[in-house]
């Protein structure tokens, strides 16, 4: 008898969902699998969309891994990471609006993880500590952060689903050591009350900086500055908040820009995105996405150099939780030896065709083709995936950009069709710069037209 | 030949530089010294001392070691911590007052380190991940943060100098969840100027506490709230402190206490005390103080079921430097051998005596009276250290606390006189409460009286 193989997974959140769900469809299909352990340093699943209030550390000391805040929406229509396998229809019973609370889709994402069965497979409170590869094996060394114990497992598989927005970028700027206001990154924002009547400073100009700005504003914020390095986001922003360029020094509570204009600071934001982060792996086994060269990952999750370590879940923006289970199902698939590997030298071949491609990107709409491109090349070589219209998903790509560059206060309120089931989502009563405070309930038991 | 043997130290606070200065003076009389690799975290030495405006993670993702604020002046006179081989006018070239600003203390610990000729022991931005005991050595797994790479030593001894008051410890409140305003730690308190105008609550009743207290009374919080356990501090607080039983919930930005009075609050922070963390530790090697149980450490430092290990800068509250210098020069007389340890009977003892003698404090007085002995049994061991009058140490706890309770806004313009040198401290004209903003230099060259 062929002994069963051991599968470590590292983090719960979306992407590990998937895998694991993966998993047990072929089981369920009467497939072998392999022992499936997952270690997850929360004490639940659903990787950042699971809320805490802390930040910092936790209770055990360990850093804390989440990055949202209380009142955080969608920044995309939940049609884009709707699940083919498990639609909105499905798991809301009703059409919802195409933008919803945290809390909405957390309880989406939840939903489709229960009906999998898979829970019995994570262990909560771990961390993984360590991570070497020796005899073919990985040896991982796990933290028991309840019973503050060290214990070692070894296993024949490894899925690092540790996830690409916890560990935050923070660079040092002239002055910010005597600014007697507050600095926090991103990562560290919790609800933009606490900032009522405050001249903020974000540093930064991704989707955090933009989505935090009107936070803060909508909160009633004094006044918003969005500090850009190279180029403005460039929305018609309302009254309250403005974009400059490039921050010289802060000297006192008073920041300076290149362009010469001065203004005071009672808090800095930096929204400068976050690192990617694997000090428990071995270096042989590290993967640098930033650094965009080899070892590179094999359609975005076979490790290079060994076809036993996978990264899911790190290599995208536009399509999230598409992508994430797109790359779940492949990784099952290589696992369980239904799509066999092709050679390293065409292994090696694509990655660097990939690279390449990658290093080209230089507006957002090079990335939407690249990531659109990638998308395609895994529904290829996926061929029992479930039906979704794609196409129209890039076009929503389009129209959200469309509809942000219109009104950033209103783009949450447009209506979507779904690409599974074609159903067109409905229009809440309330806008959304009028939505304070929401739960699942009280958003799901409102007015929707 | 004897192979030199190897010691590892994790952390470069006053401990470390302590045991790394003990080393090199028995080296310079003449005697070997092992082989010493002295691996920080962060990247300059001085431990908490070694300020930083960060918060939550460093540049590289690493959780931020510091917890000192910017204003921070010692709570200590001077005298109490000064060294008895390298004193206070031998560093400053003269007399200075008893209690100074953060930036005096550090030059200070760290004059001593300069002059000792010890940074070459260490290897900085390293942290170590995990380690094992195995075959007699120590396998440390090192992460180093600038090159981003793992890497592995072995080593005879270990000292575990990696601090107490660093990853803090934070509870849960019924409404925290939902709570509006800001919450942190003490550890994230980096000044007390952003908290101008706001209404504060502080849980706890520890030394964080009453200082946090007092820093945001100083610079203008519109009220200071603090909230005890068991029994208040008790200070004669100036108007707009209090101190309240209990917090029972919070509900918005209300928070209940359990004689049923309320308080709204626009900040939470937690004075709640710091961990015990050693999950780097194989299990056989972790200590743990709160517990009061085996394995303990002998003499506050040799570990109870491995002579290799030593821990230093753990077991102290009223005497820091102090305690941390006789236990630097205890454990370096003990791998030196000048120092043989008794039998494994005795040890087990010893321990359990002193473990008995800690269940039984229950006030103030009995701890200064325990931690008074131990240095007292340490200095027994000691002959040749440096001579101080110890005495006068034991009765300026006595004096400081009375200090506060007559006044906690001017027990910092007191004068002491050196348990070294017998000289008194002179007196600043400008008085602690009126001091904002401090830096070594405007301190040192302001009027002394």
Known sequence: MIPIKRL?????????????????????NGAKIPEIVCFEKQNDWGGLWNYTWRTGTDEYGDTVHGSMYHNLWTNNPIELVEYSDYTLIEHFGKSIPSFVPRAVMFDYIIGRANKSDIRKFIKFNMRVESVVYVSHKFTLVVWDKKDNIMFTEVFDYLVVASGRFSVPYIPEYQGIITFPGRVLHSHDFRNAEQFKGMDILIIGSGLSAEDIAIQCWKYGSKSVTIIYRHKPIGHNWPDGIKEVHYLENIEGNIA?????????????????????????????????????????????????????LFYIGMTTRLYPLLIFNLQAWFVRDVIMKNLPLPSQEYIDKDISHWLSKRAKLNFPSDRLAYETDYVNDLLLLLSGYPKFNFDLLCQYRLVLREHKRRNILTFRDQSYKSAVTGTVSPCRLVKWVDAKEESLESFLDSKFV
């Open 256 to 308: 300076s820009f290149r362009d010469g204009s001065q203004q005071t600071a009672d808090v800095i934001i930096f929204c400068t995105g976050y690192l990617f982060y694997f000090p428990f792996l071995e270096n042989t086994l590290k993967y640098d996405y930033t650094q965009q060269r080899c070892p590179g990952l094999y359609k975005g999750t076979v490790f290079q150099n060994n076809h036993k």
């Open 8 to 28: 470590a997974i590292i983090g719960a959140g979306p992407s590990s969902l998937s895998l694991m769900r993966a998993f047990r469809i072929a089981q369920l």
